[in-house]
């Protein structure tokens, strides 16, 4: 069989060869005048450099001498850190009256035995006088006594007794009727939960209002308008410690007789609110 002979492809004319040179002379002249036209181009002042053709890139802003994204965003302003603060006096309307029962005696059950008498008794006395308060053991203890040589020559038992009350009127013929049975080791007044939350909320408008006060002293001290101030930051962690109830000692004998009823003065309460802020005054 005689072999297929497949026809050789046309050659490119010599016109077609000289067109495809010129034209990819042309490109390549093209190129290299828009390059060397960036690189000689002056840069605008009204243009940023990121918006020039052939700009660094924004990592190398720095090395361009050009202010950073973070330092063009700052804002300008004097930062003033304040103190600001507020004070006032407040009625009490809490007492609180620690009670207790002790025996000491040569038997244990014994003693103890006098000791939950007299404050099982001491607590219905309390109930009945003053349905409202809230009472709380607070202690319980038994425990020998030694002399000097260190023989044991009996034994002391004591319970604790707490009461609340915000029922001040009577209390004095409540803890009257209470000496009774128990002594009274001590007697405190201040403000009850709602009368703080009360006095916090007063205290957080007058410590802000004297915030905004020294705002605008210090804004006008700098020749500017308080209207513009701006609080950056506040810190409650800095403020005042709320007082302590103040209270008094009042311990005395208990005995079986009833005992004439002691004079209190509730009084008041010093509270006070204050918190650091952070301006800034443009």
């Known amino acids: 069989m005689n072999p297929i002979l497949r026809p050789n492809p046309p050659r490119p004319s010599a016109s077609r060869l000289v067109s495809r040179s010129i034209a990819l002379m042309a490109g390549t002249l093209l190129a290299l005048g828009c390059a060397s036209a960036r690189a000689d181009a002056p840069s605008s002042p009204g243009l940023p450099a990121a918006a020039l053709p052939g700009a660094l890139p924004a990592g190398n802003a720095a090395v361009a001498g050009m202010p950073t994204p973070a330092q063009a965003a700052a804002p300008a302003g004097t930062i003033v850190l304040l103190r600001a603060r507020a004070e006032a006096q407040f009625d009490n309307d809490e007492a609180r009256v ?72 009577s209390l004095e013929a409540t803890v009257a009727r209470a000496q009774a049975l128990v002594a009274v080791q001590s007697v405190g007044f201040g403000l009850s939960r709602e009368a703080r939350l009360k006095a916090e909320a ?35 962690a800095g403020g005042d410690e709320p007082a302590p109830p103040r209270a008094f000692a009042m311990a005395r004998a208990a005995s079986a007789e009833a005992v004439d009823q002691p004079s209190f003065e509730a009084g008041d309460s010093s509270q006070s609110l204050a918190f650091n802020a952070r301006v800034r005054i443009p």
């Open 202 to 236: 007063q205290l957080f408008d007058q410590a802000f209002a004297d915030l905004r006060a020294r705002i605008a002293n210090v804004s006008r001290a700098l020749g500017r308008t308080p209207e513009q101030a701006l609080i950056e930051q506040l810190d409650f």
């Open 98 to 169: 620690a009670f207790y029962a002790q025996e000491q005696g040569a038997d244990r059950a014994q003693v103890a035995a006098a000791v939950n008498r007299r404050m099982r008794d001491a607590t219905a006395a309390l109930k009945a006088a003053d349905p409202s308060a809230e009472l709380r053991s607070t202690g319980y203890s038994t425990y020998p006594v030694n002399d000097r040589n260190g023989k044991q020559t009996g034994w002391v038992a004591r319970q604790d007794l707490s009461l609340v009350t915000r029922n001040l009127k």
